[in-house]
T-cell receptor, first 114, second 110 residues
Framework: KAGVTQTPRYLIKTRGQQVTLSCSPISGHRSVSWYQQTPGQGLQFLFEYFSETQRNKGNFPGRFSGRQFSNSRSEMNVSTLELGDSALYLC?????????????FGSGTRLTVV | TQLLEQSPQFLSIQEGENLTVYCNSSSVFSSLQWYRQEPGEGPVLLVTVVTGGEVKKLKRLTFQFGDARKDSSLHITAAQPGDTGLYLCAGATGANNLFFGTGTRLTVIP
């Protein structure tokens, strides 16, 4: 079965712009989580969506937002980009809330802010 | 904030050697997972451990969850170049949050 698909794979944006990243979970998976990965901070939780509702949110500013559609696909948006937003953004899906069965991650979107 | 410290941070060994990676926290987790991440890819789940004291084996990899569910270890026997990657532990809390460790970057030299 198809894995978690993230688009685009690479993105270069200018400071102050906004960006939208997309994530299509594994068929049947209803929970989608987003993580930011940087060399200095490692993987940090952004938010989790389940049944089109944000269920959990990490400690990121309001410039980071997301949504989930009825088909479980999710998007995350970052507005007013800063240089420090450069990172690998990973999406992970799971069957339901709670991670006892583990996540399946996508390959990520590499965002570079210049 | 639950902090998961992994040690060592970097590990470079020869093919055929054994190694152990540690994941420690002061927090109790309902479950703990181990992932391996290769460059340019997302982490891939290796195992989930749930019960304190639990030991799981996956071919040459042995995972152990501490009795108090605060720590875990990953032991690799006879490491191979294909084991090279970033190993991440992740602890789940009752609030459905998953906290990732700082990671151990393993290089196995042929």
């Amino acid at each position: 079965k198809a894995g978690v698909t993230q688009t685009p794979r690479y993105l270069i944006k200018t400071r102050g712009q906004q960006v939208t990243l997309s994530c299509s979970p594994i068929s049947g998976h209803r929970s989608v989580s987003w993580y930011q990965q940087t060399p200095g901070q490692g993987l940090q939780f952004l938010f989790e969506y389940f049944s089109e509702t944000q269920r959990n949110k990490g400690n990121f500013p309001g410039r980071f937002s997301g949504r989930q559609f009825s088909n479980s696909r999710s998007e995350m948006n970052v507005s007013t980009l800063e240089l420090g937003d450069s990172a690998l953004y990973l999406c992970a899906s799971s069957l339901a809330l709670g991670q006892l069965d583990g996540y399946t991650f996508g390959s990520g979107t590499r965002l570079t802010v210049v | 904030t639950q902090l998961l410290e992994q040690s060592p941070q970097f590990l470079s060994i020869q093919e055929g050697e054994n190694l152990t990676v540690y994941c420690n926290s002061s927090s109790v987790f309902s479950s703990l997972q181990w992932y391996r991440q290769e460059p340019g890819e997302g982490p891939v789940l290796l195992v989930t451990v749930v019960t304190g004291g639990e030991v799981k084996k996956l071919k040459r990899l042995t995972f152990q969850f501490g009795d108090a569910r605060k720590d875990s270890s990953l032991h690799i026997t006879a490491a191979q170049p294909g084991d090279t990657g970033l190993y991440l532990c992740a602890g789940a809390t009752g609030a459905n949050n998953l906290f990732f460790g700082t990671g151990t970057r393993l290089t196995v030299i042929p």
